[in-house]
Nanobody, 113 residues
């Protein structure tokens, strides 16, 4: 079965950096797309960044210039720099396969002011 294992969340001061990883396994072939979403308390889940199988990337306006999405085989990364308190949320990875769409369990990112 498809499994997504996230890591790298934590507590950081404003202006700091974190790197999230999401290792996906359980299928043969490449993902159509991989991405990161986040959900802050009381808010809807929102797109942070995505990367397609061809390498094209898309970012939310709020993170452009600060966050970078990348992937290596079936692991997707999110390098987050210049973190701000408004980046505090649970971050979820998402993988789109020919089998369907799968989500990770989420990892907490907390940015203190």
């Amino acid at each position: 079965q498809v499994q997504l294992v996230e890591s790298g969340g934590g507590l950081v001061q404003a202006g700091g950096s974190l790197r999230l990883s999401c290792a996906a396994s359980g299928w043969i072939g490449s993902a159509n797309a991989m991405g990161w979403y986040r959900q802050a308390p009381g808010k809807q889940r929102e797109l942070v960044a995505t990367i397609a199988s061809g390498g094209s990337r898309d970012y939310a306006d709020s993170v452009k210039g600060r966050f970078t999405i990348s992937n290596a085989k079936n692991t997707v990364y999110l390098q987050m720099n210049s973190l701000q308190p408004e980046d505090t949320a649970v971050y979820y990875c998402k993988v789109v396969l020919w089998l369907g769409t799968y989500w990770g369990q989420g990892t907490q990112v907390t940015v203190s002011s």
